[in-house]
DNA sequence: ACAAAAAATGAACTATATTCATATTTCGTG
DNA sequence: CACGAAATATGAATATAGTTCATTTTTTGT
């Protein structure tokens, strides 16, 4: 479908892709609050008047980002779930497969900090992002839901709450400080959470 | 130790004393970023400038205030670790305390809110507050690592990463806009962790 | 070739954190 | 009490950054 655009199209197209790579080159050096919008317009080589044609502000470039993120890990997932897996494997694999994206694109580490960063913006200040996590979060809730369904996973507990869990424990260890990877963390509490951390008697 | 105070001193606890209060009182009405320093002032009826005696920046009295609150919960936590109570009591007490001081001090939970956004701060950046969290974590981190010596928790995860664990799940709950109460919420994740989510065959 | 529509642009506007030179208050001392 | 030094208070001035907008440049259909 992209040959029948016209060369108009076709440069709007490409201007918003060099935004969004220049911000994905930003955000990475600088991280999110250091990184100004001159400074992504100037790598872009646009006018820093440009941004607000393509984004409505600083914080929407950076949910756009995420949001890509988040949908690429979902494509991922989605054959693992369609093989019908269950509950467990599929979490532990969520790990892996996140950890792996992450690993093979450095760069949106840095990003999902700064999410982390912003997560919690409050509700009623007017042009909010309506935050990236809801793909993320959605994605686990229903890998739960359908555990639950199948007796895999504990059923006194609102998969929403476990999907919560699982979101901040991804966004936790993206800005850990411990001396391990994000796999190794985000697998091991992952682990934690399937079993639990009490020993039985 | 107060009354061999000189009126100097005396003043500039005051002055300290209403800055902390109107910025706990602004924080809480409108968020960490929406308030201004400028605010912060004039509802503690000083000068602008003078907010510049006390803090070294705006950042810098929300993770003083945090700290303080931190304090406070790991205070009323010790007795409990004085009298030797396992674990797994202690981390359910932990909940009850936390939330229910969160519940009488409700100004608090939009700070730790606003901690939440600010606790990913990148590194380099010079005026980091060195963020408030370590007193949460690492009262955690005594709290399992004895509990891993005892034998009341599994020994083949660092106490560190758990508690990261704690710690992520109580900033979540602080922003979850799941329909429960934060004391539910960090109650119910609790129960999860110490025994897992995974139904046993 | 031309006019209308789309897109680009950066100067100007706004808001706010922070600095700083100055003014005010407090305190020890003669 | 008086006076100078030290501490504290102050708000105008500065610096920075997000956003708007009137204008210019580019593209497209005719």
Do not use: W
Not at 72 to 78: D, I, P
Not at 139 to 155: A, F, K, N, T
Request: hydrophobic letters at 40%.
């Amino acid at each position: 479908m992209e040959e029948k655009m016209g060369r108009r199209e076709r440069k709007k197209l490409q201007s918003r892709k060099a935004i969004l790579d220049a911000a994905v080159e930003q955000f990475s050096q600088k991280g999110f609050k250091e990184t100004s919008v001159a400074d992504i317009m100037n790598a872009a080589d646009l006018g820093i008047g440009t941004f607000y044609n393509y984004f409505q502000s600083k914080e929407e470039i950076l949910v756009q980002l995420i949001q890509q993120m988040v949908m690429e890990v979902a494509e991922a997932l989605r054959e693992l779930k369609a093989a019908n897996r269950p509950a467990d494997e599929l979490l532990a694999a969520g790990c892996r497969i996140t950890a792996r994206f992450l690993d093979e694109n450095r760069y949106v580490l840095p990003l999902f900090i700064s999410a982390a960063e912003h997560s919690g913006l409050p509700e009623g200040s007017d042009k909010q992002p309506k935050v990236a996590s809801p793909g993320f979060k959605g994605l686990y809730e229903r890998i739960l839901r359908e555990g639950q369904e199948r007796g895999e996973i504990r059923q006194d507990v609102p998969p929403e709450l476990i999907a919560e869990m699982f979101h901040s424990i991804y966004q936790a260890a993206a800005i850990s400080k411990l001396n391990i990877s994000f796999q190794e963390n985000v697998e091991m509490k992952t682990r934690l959470i399937l079993d639990g951390i009490r020993v039985k008697k």
